[in-house]
């Protein structure tokens, strides 16, 4: 079957800009999350999802970083007024049931110029 | 060939040995431990996971080992292939749901 799915692949913003990732998770799945990938490090825990309630941001670096998913499927990661330090990775990962293996999608390399 | 923890981010070995790849995890909280295989470009792909009441499980050509008294945790990977070339990434999960990954061991498969 399909697997999670990300888009777009590359984005690349200029300062300033606002930009918005989107993650389709495997059909079903219940849990979502985001992580960030610096160059050469491992992925970062940004949020996670159960459903549609967001029950964990522990891991986003600042208020210009928003997710949702409003519906319980599809969710997006915007980041407002991008900044150098954003350029990364995001990945996105689902999971059948709480607490399951995480199943990751491709990633969105974001470069900020 | 072998890593120690993820101070030596390469691992070059030649084709048809074993590999093991070595992690040191942070917290005897963590309930559970998984090894993910990164290709260049893609996103990190399950390799076999193991639960803190475990010090050993198989899988295909894999085999993960937990020694929770040195909270320490390794991948062996047996008969090593040009296509396990990756960068490998153990996580561990301390009770919640988020993964906390080390950060990686570039596994470099030699012909």
């Known amino acids: 079957g399909a697997g999670v799915s990300q888009s777009p692949r590359y984005k690349v913003a200029k300062r300033g800009q606002d930009v918005a990732l989107r993650c389709d998770p495997i059909s079903g799945h219940v849990s979502l999350f985001w992580y960030q990938q610096a160059l050469g490090q491992g992925p970062e825990f940004l949020t996670y999802f159960q459903n549609e309630a967001q029950l964990d941001k522990s891991g986003l670096p600042s208020d210009r970083f928003f997710a949702e998913r409003p519906e319980g499927s599809v969710s997006t990661l915007k980041i407002q007024r991008t900044q150098q330090e954003d350029s990364a990775v995001y990945l996105c990962?689902?999971?059948?049931?709480?607490?399951?293996?995480?199943?990751f999608g491709p990633g969105t390399r974001l470069t900020v110029t | 060939g072998e890593s120690v923890g993820l101070h030596l981010p390469t691992l070059s070995v030649q084709e048809g040995d074993n590999s093991i790849i070595n992690c040191a995890y942070s917290?005897?909280?963590?309930?559970?431990f998984i090894w993910y295989k990164q290709e260049s470009g893609k996103g990190p792909q399950f390799i076999i996971d193991?639960?803190?009441?475990?010090d050993k499980r198989q899988g295909q050509r894999v085999t993960v080992l937990l020694n929770k008294t040195v909270k320490h945790l390794s991948l062996q990977i047996a008969a090593t292939q040009p296509g396990d070339s990756a960068v490998y990434f153990c996580?561990?999960?301390?009770?919640?749901?988020?993964?906390?990954f080390g950060t990686g061991t570039q596994l470099k498969v030699e012909l």
């Open positions: 996580a561990e999960r301390k009770g919640g749901n988020k993964l906390t």
């Open positions: 193991i639960r803190s009441n475990m």
């Open positions: 990962a689902s999971s059948p049931r709480d607490r399951d293996e995480q199943y």
């Open positions: 917290n005897s909280a963590s309930d559970y």
